[in-house]
């Protein structure tokens, strides 16, 4: 296993890595940008003046941004969202965070505190009439989700309580109870990704690796990493390394790593991420 850096500068915050048909994505999270990632390095595709957690390409084209505390929804071409579907969570406390779209076109994302107040996150559901639903409340900081569509599952990190797992019914977009899947004690479950044998990968927070599951939740693989604060991971689908992202918030020590993507070479790969039907 090889683990290269991005030839790119290093950023605060990198976050929600996506492999999006067109090529791999990321956000640098509290300077609300989105960067393109490539063999030479990164490119800024766009910049908010509000957080941005994740991003998804729609399927009339344009992009649907998780930013601030809401979703906007930008044309192909425009330069200003067409709609902005508000949260009403209060913009100087609350963010959103991670997301990932389901095979029937919703966007899924969490939300949470600043100050990460315990039981101040939440997950939320876009459908793509845009009806925007808060489907579950009292989480800290909530990663993912990551939506198994084989299996009808759906998993959801949060600091405190470790990678949580549920059902997911396809049709009506209800959940089921979420329960403890695994559990890090020296870390903290950031973002995550499936492999093409359902297999769920973890970055951890903290601890300077990720982390392959089992489906009955047993850990199966460790990947040891330069940098102390992994963000999140996505696979390319024709096999070659993953993206994995870092982040140097908050570190008094940060090491050449920290704040920069990495190119991972697990030998595994997944579909490219889905787009959201609104």
Same mark, same amino acid.
């Given at each position: 296993? =090889? ?7 290093? &950023? ?9 048909? %067109?090529?791999?994505?990321? &956000? ?8 393109? +990632? ?27 941004? &998780?930013?601030?505390?809401? +979703? ?58 845009? =009806?925007?639903?808060? +489907? ?19 998993? +959801?990190?949060? %600091? ?9 019914? $396809? ?10 899947? $695994?559990? &890090? ?59 994995? =992202? =870092? ?32």
């Amino acid at each position: 296993m =090889t683990v290269q850096p991005v030839d790119m500068p290093v &950023v605060e915050f990198g976050e929600g890595a996506r492999w999006w048909a %067109s090529g791999p994505v990321q &956000v640098d999270l509290l300077a609300g940008r989105l960067l393109s +990632v490539g063999p030479k390095g990164i490119a800024e595709v766009l910049a908010l003046d509000v957080p941005l957690g994740a991003a998804a390409p729609r399927t009339g084209g344009g992009l649907a941004l &998780v930013a601030g505390t809401s +979703v906007h929804l930008l044309d192909e071409g425009a330069d200003a969202p067409a709609v902005v579907v508000d949260t009403g969570l209060d913009p100087q406390t609350m963010r959103v965070n991670d997301a990932c779209t389901d095979d029937r076109g919703r966007l899924w994302f969490g939300a949470m505190a600043y100050d990460a107040t315990p039981g101040a996150g939440s997950l939320w559901c876009l459908e793509p009439d845009r =009806t925007l639903t808060c +489907v579950l409340e009292g989480l800290d900081i909530p990663n993912g989700p990551v939506i198994d569509h084989e299996r009808g599952l759906v998993y +959801v990190a949060d %600091s405190a309580r470790g990678i949580l797992r549920g059902t997911l019914d $396809a049709a009506t977009g209800d959940l089921g109870v979420l329960e403890t899947f $695994a559990r &890090v004690p020296d870390a903290s479950p950031d973002g995550m990704a499936l492999d093409h044998e359902g297999l769920l990968w973890s970055a951890l927070w903290g601890g300077s690796r990720l982390h392959c599951y089992d489906l009955d939740g047993s850990l199966a693989t460790v990947v040891p990493l330069p940098s102390s604060q992994p963000t999140s991971i996505a696979f390319d689908p024709a096999g070659g390394p993953a993206l994995v =992202t =870092t982040a140097r918030h908050g570190l008094t020590h940060p090491r050449d790593a920290d704040g920069r993507s990495l190119w991972v070479d697990l030998q595994r790969s997944a579909p490219a991420a889905l787009p959201y039907a609104g």
